[in-house]
Structures are given as C-alpha cells and as structure tokens.
C-alpha cells in the first residue's frame, strides 16, 4: 500500500532536478537580460541565430538524463513496496503471492509505466517555458521577447536599465518555468504541481492496477480505502470505506461509487488514496467516528472558518509563496541588486514566519523542503539571513523596511541611503526621502551637498519636539542648510534657503553658535 503520506512525498527525488533546471533557467534570464540590455550588433545576432536557447539547452542536457534514472529507480522501489505490502497482507489468511522478481506481468506493467511516465516528463521539458503577466513564454522565444521589450522601454525613455531589468525578474519570479499542458486543457501549471501530479498520479493508478491483478490472482474481492485529513469533499465521502471490486457484495462500495478510472475520481489526477485488501471478521475497518472526525474539522484563521482541505491549499499558497520570494532573491543576487535583495529578505522572513505559525494552528509539521530553491544555497541564504539582522540591528534600516511604499520606491530610498553610506555619511528615511522630492526639483548640485554635510557644524537649534539639539551645517554661497541630530551621528533632512538664513535666525535666537571645541 501506497499511504497518503508516501504519495505525498513520493515524488521529491525528481523535483530537486527539476528545481535545479529552473534555478539554472531563471539565473540565466537574470545575467542574460542584464548583460545583453544595451543594444548592439553582437545581442542582435545572439538573439536573431537563438544562441541563447541553444546554449541554455545544452546547459540543461544532463539533468534531463537524471531525471529518466531517477524515475526508473523510484517506480520501481514504490510498485516493489505496495506488491510486498501486499504480499505480506495476504499472508495473514495463508495466502502467497508470487514472488515480486518473478511476476512477469506485474514488471512488465512497472516498465510500460516506466516508459508512459518519461514520454510525459519529457513532454513536460519540452514545452517548458516562463508565465509574465499571465502570458506564457515558450522559452525559446523568452529571451528576445523580454528583451525586446526591455530594450524598447529604455531607448524610449520610459524606465532606466537598472528598472527594466528588475521588471522582468519581478514578473517572471512571480510565475517561475511553467509547463503548457497542450493536448489536454491547455492550462500551464508549475514545474513543481506539474510534476507531482503527473508521478503521484500514474505511480498511484498502477499501484491501484496491481493491487487488481492481485486480487484477481488470489480471487479477492473486498478493498479497504485509506483514509486521511484534507482529503477533497467529493473523496471524503468514500474515504476510509470498503469497495466490492466485483461489485457483487451489495454491503460495499462498487467501483463506480468511488470513481476509479475517472480523473476525479479514486486513484484519478493527484488523489492520495490507496486501497489494500479487506478480509471480513479479521480486518480492522476505520470507525465512523474517526472518519467523522476527518471529515469535520475546520480551522478558524484571520475570522474566518476554513475546512482542512481549504487550510492544506492556503499552505500550500504560502510555500509557493516563499519559493517565488527565494526565485526573486536567487536573481537579484545574480545581477548583484543589493537593494532589492533586502526588499525580498525582509519579505522572506515575514512569509516564513508567517507560515510557520499557520502550520502551528492547523498542528501540521511545516515542510521547509516545499519552500527550498536547490540553488537557494547556504551562501544565498546567508546572505538573506545577514540582511535581515542588519535590518533588525539598524533603526534607520528598520524604519525604511516597515514603511507601507511599493517596492519599487523602497528601492530608491535604499539606493539613496547606500549612496550617502558610501560616502561615510549616515543619513535618515526621512533625509533620503527629501534627497528624493528636492534632488530633481530644487537644482541641487549633489557635490555640493556632500560637501556641506563633511563640513564642520556652525549652528544648533531647539527641537520642541524631541526636546534636544539638532545641529546646523550652512553653505552661505549655495544656501544649503544640513541637519543632523545632537550626537551629529545622523543626518536629519536638508533644504536649499530662498536666502542667507543666518542673520536672521541668529537675531531671532533661533540658532546659537555651535563649539566646536
């Protein structure tokens, strides 16, 4: 037997592979789209001759030769486990299986399984590409479609290099390397779901065929349905029950009653549930209790009620959720986007928290592996983990991370901040937002700025507020007026003066000379 909790797994070997062909293909669009942005004779004839597909194929070559092995491999240890299962099952009434290695109708069905499952993964890689803004890409087009774009947005004047290079990451971390499911809806799915659903799916439908051929060898007729919470409404109504294979037990189940060989039916597309055989007066059949009880429980998240299933699909939300956080961040670290990287750290960290304490409320352990990027590695998270205690360690820092601004205006408050770092000059949110609003509009000469703010102070003013000092440096030729803070550690705003303020305030008492000492 299959249990819902193997088929849950079951198929994490192939998707660390296919994790890492889609670590390799968003890195690539990452350097590719930054190095290739301005626009010359050399990127038009990588483009127009498909280099870029040919030489992210050939990059890609030896994963796909992975993935057949491991697929073999893991069809036929989970098919070897049910069969043995089974054999010891029936065991317990004195009867005896074939031994597995001898079966020869059974390993011919594990190897035309086999073959099924890598034409449909291969189908899968073919027809591979990436979802921006609800299109799909196929991924030999990907590189000249975003770029196009990319190149027309900036000859135009629309965006800088720097912004149109973070679109086309945005948009494609948020859809990853999808998979067109053209014969059937023609819907795209995720590597991941895509997947997972194709090996649970089949490695579940010819487990449930072998358990046929089993029973029909020791002329069986009653299956036991397995049982588990977060189980689909349309399945929980038969989850747990007992199934005439004959359909001649009138007390049970048929097989028409659960669906088998339908889609959304037992065994159909995703579904978790496995049989096993039932001996009558000698098995243990679920209580209606319990299955009552499966059935039942709900969860209360942020005032409102969810059924289990509803709560196992925001779960898995939120781990989709943090691995597009982790694309983001396994890119912007590619192309050395410092501000970005912290924008998405500080995101990352406030989705796994939050995830965790969801998977506290609905007392299910968190399953980190289904939130892993494979080149999410221990230098990136490092750095990702870095980032968020600088944040947490740096008041300015904190305070630019909790505002409620878009990204992408975030990102030019953190590049000012880290400018003005640069110059060894520590300067507020507030400052950097000001820097923002007067730089353009104000002519202030940034040269002339930094200057002023390395000279000495000359003035102090009362803050009512805070009650203390704030300190004044004054360039009476440009009329740029700098505050810091009493322990002049940070710089507070700064403004460019209609005229000399100097005689006036000082008259006025509101600036006293300052010592310098």
């Given at each position: 037997m299959l249990s819902p909790e193997y088929l849950t797994n079951v198929a994490d070997p192939l998707l660390k592979v296919y994790e890492q062909i889609e670590d390799e293909i968003l890195i690539d669009i990452a350097k590719?789209?930054?190095?290739?942005?301005?626009?010359?004779?050399?990127?038009?004839?990588?483009?127009?001759?498909?280099?870029?597909?040919?030489?992210?194929?050939?990059?890609?070559?030896?994963?796909?030769?992975?993935?057949?092995?491991?697929?073999?491999?893991?069809?036929?240890?989970?098919?070897?486990?049910?069969?043995?299962?089974?054999?010891?099952?029936?065991?317990?009434?004195?009867?005896?299986?074939?031994?597995?290695?001898?079966?020869?109708?059974?390993?011919?069905?594990?190897?035309?399984?086999?073959?099924?499952?890598?034409?449909?993964?291969h189908s899968i890689a073919n027809t591979m590409g990436v979802a921006v803004n609800d299109e799909f890409i196929p991924l030999n087009k990907l590189y000249k479609h975003e770029l196009n774009k990319a190149i027309v947005s900036t000859q135009s004047g629309v965006i800088d290099k720097t912004k149109a290079v973070r679109r086309v990451i945005n948009n494609i971390?948020?859809?990853?390397?999808?998979?067109?499911?053209?014969?059937?809806?023609?819907?795209?799915?995720?590597?991941?779901?895509?997947?997972?659903?194709?090996?649970?799916?089949?490695?579940?439908?010819?487990?449930?065929?072998?358990?046929?051929?089993?029973?029909?060898?020791?002329?069986?007729?009653?299956?036991?349905?397995?049982?588990?919470?977060?189980?689909?409404?349309?399945?929980?109504?038969?989850?747990?029950?007992?199934?005439?294979?004959?359909?001649?037990?009138?007390?049970?189940?048929?097989?028409?009653?659960?669906?088998?060989?339908?889609?959304?039916?037992?065994?159909?597309?995703?579904?978790?549930?496995?049989?096993?055989p039932f001996f009558e007066g000698l098995s243990s059949p679920y209580s209606s209790d319990y299955l009552e009880e499966l059935q039942s429980k709900t969860i209360h998240y942020k005032g409102k009620e969810y059924s289990y299933y509803e709560a196992t699909q925001i779960q898995r939300q939120m781990e989709r959720d943090i691995r597009n956080i982790k694309k983001s961040l396994l890119m912007y670290n590619e192309i050395d986007d410092k501000e970005m990287f912290m924008i998405n750290s500080a995101k990352r960290k406030i989705k796994k928290d939050e995830y965790e304490s969801f998977c506290k409320l609905i007392k299910t352990p968190t399953r980190l592996e289904n939130t892993q990027k494979l080149y999410y590695n221990k230098h990136i998270s490092g750095k990702s983990v870095a980032s968020n205690i600088k944040v947490k360690n740096n008041e300015i820092l904190s305070d630019i991370m909790s505002k409620n601004w878009t990204d992408t205006y975030k990102r030019k408050v953190l590049k000012v901040y880290n400018e003005f770092q640069d110059n060894n000059l520590n300067v507020s949110d507030h400052f950097a937002v000001s820097y923002l609003k007067r730089i353009n509009s104000s002519n202030i000469d940034k040269e002339k700025l930094l200057n002023t703010m390395k000279d000495k102070v000359k003035f102090k003013e009362w803050n009512e507020r805070k009650k203390e000092f704030n300190l004044i440096r004054y360039d009476e030729v440009n009329l740029i007026r700098v505050v810091s803070n009493k322990d002049d550690t940070v710089y507070i705003t700064f403004m460019i003066d209609k005229e000399n303020q100097i005689k006036n305030k000082l008259e006025k008492g509101v600036w006293l000379e300052y010592d310098n000492g």
């Open positions: 590719k789209i930054n190095k290739n942005l301005d626009v010359s004779y050399e990127t038009e004839m990588w483009l127009y001759s498909g280099r870029d597909y040919n030489e992210l194929k050939k990059k890609l070559k030896p994963y796909f030769k992975d993935i057949d092995t491991k697929l073999d491999l893991l069809v036929e240890d989970s098919i070897k486990k049910h069969y043995l299962d089974e054999q010891n099952i029936y065991s317990m009434i004195d009867k005896s299986l074939m031994p597995f290695v001898k079966n020869k109708a059974v390993l011919k069905q594990i190897e035309l399984y086999q073959e099924a499952m890598k034409k449909q993964l971390s948020k859809g990853g390397v999808k998979f067109v499911n053209y014969e059937n809806s023609g819907r795209n799915y995720t590597l991941e779901s895509a997947v997972s659903m194709n090996v649970r799916s089949s490695l579940n439908r010819l487990s449930g065929e072998i358990s046929l051929m089993n029973a029909k060898e020791m002329e069986h007729d009653l299956m036991e349905i397995t049982a588990h919470l977060g189980a689909r409404l349309s399945h929980s109504v038969w989850q747990g029950q007992i199934v005439s294979l004959s359909g001649e037990n009138t007390k049970y189940l048929t097989l028409e009653d659960i669906g088998y060989g339908e889609v959304t039916g037992f065994m159909g597309a995703n579904c978790k549930h496995n049989w096993y």
